[in-house]
């Protein structure tokens, strides 16, 4: 399983990012796919999932509303478009998918939301 984070860098506050997350190694349109990510000195934390086949989503409360998480079962990729930035939406953010009930994560893309 590989997964490959990729859109992060530097915004403006209001701005926009959209992250992609490629994955390979598993029949991706079978499983269900996250967004985590990790703040300076905080611990990681969820942001979005999706369902399989993207007719569920769920988003935390900090971003609902501003973030739509997607997919694209054809090309084995997750997205996470990210409206609205704030500062504290600064972290590196990571993909997960849980597969054979192991978790598999990507290396993560920095979003630094600043003026």
């Known amino acids: 399983v590989q997964l490959v984070e990729s859109g992060g860098g530097l915004v403006q506050p209001g701005g926009s990012l959209r992250l992609s997350c490629a994955a390979s190694g598993f029949t991706f349109s079978t499983y269900a796919m996250k967004w985590f990510r990790q703040a300076p000195g905080k611990e990681r934390e969820w942001v979005a999932d999706i369902t399989s086949a993207g007719e569920i989503k769920n988003y935390a409360d900090s971003v609902k509303g501003r973030f739509t998480i997607s997919r694209d079962n054809t090309k084995n990729t997750v997205y996470l478009q990210m409206d609205s930035l704030k500062p504290e939406d600064t972290a590196v953010y990571y993909c997960?998918?849980?597969?054979?009930?192991?978790?598999?994560w990507g290396q993560g893309t920095q979003v630094t939301v600043s003026s």
């Open positions: 997960n998918a849980k597969v054979y009930r192991i978790h598999y």
